[in-house]
T-cell receptor, first 115, second 110 residues
């Protein structure tokens, strides 16, 4: 099993450009999440999904959109990139919240620089 | 979810036990204590969680005080590979969000 994978690993954008980050998991998890991590800080939740076809806002959703068309994939979109969105983006997945353990499994991250 | 307070950084000698404290004085009765760690440039990794009883697994032990206002993560024999940022998080067990603070930077030195 590959676990949680993220594409791409690195990306440099110019201000105003758009892009989509792809997250894929092969563990049949119901829940998926997108976080961002700025230097010296903990992770902050952008958006999350509790199942195929559903999404919800997290702590810092502005400037991002997400889609969960397939259970195994969770896409994060930046419609018009800004320098403030320079960050490392982590995707995670977990079983349903009905699972008492509810451990989140994280991907390796995508390093995004917006010039 | 309740807030947590952790020291900014700690050092530990290789082979010794690393004891990482966490204060969570506003924890609610239905909130668990979770620990994750993040090795440089990698995604966070789950370590352990508990409610009120002490817990142990192959990675670590978790000691929660009787009043549940604080806890300690114990790595019994720290190695250089344990150098990482350790996050203490409290949350409702059926919740689906992890709220990360700044964590504790643990440096294991030879």
């Amino acid at each position: 099993n590959a676990g949680v994978t993220q594409t791409p690993k690195f990306r440099v954008l110019k201000t105003g450009q758009s892009m989509t980050l792809l997250c894929a998991q092969d563990m049949n998890h119901e829940y998926m999440y997108w976080y961002r991590q700025d230097p010296g800080m903990g992770l902050r939740l952008i958006h999350y999904s509790v199942g195929e076809g559903t999404t919800a806002k997290g702590e810092v959703p502005d400037g991002y959109n997400v889609s969960r068309l397939k259970k195994q994939n969770f896409l994060l979109g930046l419609e018009s990139a800004a320098p403030s969105q320079t960050s490392v983006y982590f995707c995670a997945s977990s079983f349903s919240a009905r699972d008492r353990h509810n451990e989140q499994f994280f991907g390796p991250g995508t390093r995004l620089t917006v010039l | 979810d309740a807030k947590t307070t952790q020291p900014t950084s700690m050092d530990c000698a290789e082979g010794r036990a690393a004891n990482l404290p966490c204060n969570h004085s506003t924890i609610s009765g239905n909130e668990y204590v979770y620990w994750y760690r993040q090795i440089h440039s990698q995604g966070p990794q789950y370590i352990i969680h508990g409610l009120k009883n002490n817990e142990t697994n192959e990675m670590a032990s978790l000691i929660i005080t009787e009043d549940r206002k604080s806890s300690t993560l114990i790595l019994p024999h720290a190695t250089l590979r344990d150098t990482a940022v350790y996050y203490c998080i409290v949350r409702v067990v059926y919740g689906n969000k992890l709220v990360f603070g700044a964590g504790t930077i643990l440096r294991v030195k030879s």
